[in-house]
């Protein structure tokens, strides 16, 4: 794993149109506006066609994070779900870190993290059309925040409304659970997006 990817207190997300829709791309930047990875999804050719005749909703997807070296960090992915699903976390040699379980509300979305021993580690609730998320642990303390508003550099750069900030609470110092934390708020724009 890259020494420095999961480091980051605060991710930027820049989607790329992909002009058949087939498998999303993003690009993640870092507060200095340096390119520091991507996320991708992969798709197989039969998942390709049946992303034509199915609902997204019900489709497995995996999406791969991966650094600027293209060196796998983690990955996040489903099965085949006709209800309210279940999204597994894997770091970089395969192993499971955390699970994710999204409830719907209006547009009112919850994502509960789950460790690798099925423990309950943090919350992402917010509203997807203002899309404005806050990622709170435990107790109920803020660690983290996913929201389309920020100043600074980032600000130039970014003028599109597909673009995104995901920060962390540099505080927060469990590396593990940061991961599966980061991983589930850096794909939830996909992961929204294949639940439409």
């Known amino acids: 794993m890259s020494s420095n990817f999961f480091d980051t207190n605060s991710y930027f997300i820049d989607e790329k149109v992909n002009l058949f829709k087939f498998e999303n791309c993003y690009q993640i ?6 390119n520091i990875g991507s996320i ?51 770091d970089a040699e395969g192993h499971t870190i955390g699970t994710v379980q999204q409830k719907f509300k209006f547009f009112k979305p919850t994502f509960k993290i789950f460790n690798n021993s099925d423990v309950l580690i943090s919350e992402i609730t917010g509203d997807w059309k203002a899309w404005n998320f806050v990622i709170k642990d435990t107790s ?22 597909d673009k995104y900030n995901v920060s962390i609470d540099p505080h927060y110092s ?23």
């Open 29 to 34: 930047y870092d507060e200095n506006a340096r």
């Open 174 to 196: 469990n590396k593990e659970n940061k991961i599966a934390i980061l991983s589930s708020a850096i794909t939830i724009d996909m992961v929204l997006k294949e639940s439409k």
């Open 40 to 90: 991708r999804q992969r798709l197989t050719a039969g998942q390709k066609l049946l992303r034509l005749l199915l609902n997204k909703a019900m489709l497995p997807f995996l999406l791969e994070i991966k650094d600027s070296d293209e060196v796998l960090q983690a990955s996040i992915s489903r099965g085949w779900t006709f209800f309210m699903s279940k999204i597994k976390i894997q």
């Open 140 to 161: 109920g303390t803020q660690i983290g925040v996913i929201t389309k508003k920020w100043a600074g550099a980032m600000k130039e750069i970014f003028t599109t409304a």
